[in-house]
């Protein structure tokens, strides 16, 4: 699990998940227990692309 940044700021957890024959991208909101699929940016509401996050 890698933690990215928005291009607003805000923090992402990205991870890498083995999906039968191909790796699949998952976008996290990291909180304690709780962990929500993203596929939006939770502060600004931008498109999540792991290319584009810092």
Same mark, same amino acid.
Do not use: H
């Given at each position: 699990?890698q933690?990215?940044? @928005? +291009?607003c /700021?805000?923090p992402?957890?990205?991870?890498y998940?083995? +999906? /039968?024959?191909s790796?699949?991208?998952?976008? +996290?909101? /990291?909180?304690?227990l709780?962990r929500?699929?993203?596929?939006v940016?939770? @502060? @600004?509401g931008?498109?999540?692309?792991i290319?584009e996050?810092s």
């Amino acid at each position: 699990m890698q933690r990215r940044y @928005c +291009s607003c /700021g805000a923090p992402v957890l990205v991870e890498y998940r083995f +999906s /039968g024959r191909s790796w699949t991208t998952v976008f +996290s909101l /990291g909180r304690r227990l709780l962990r929500k699929r993203r596929e939006v940016c939770p @502060c @600004c509401g931008r498109a999540l692309d792991i290319n584009e996050l810092s």
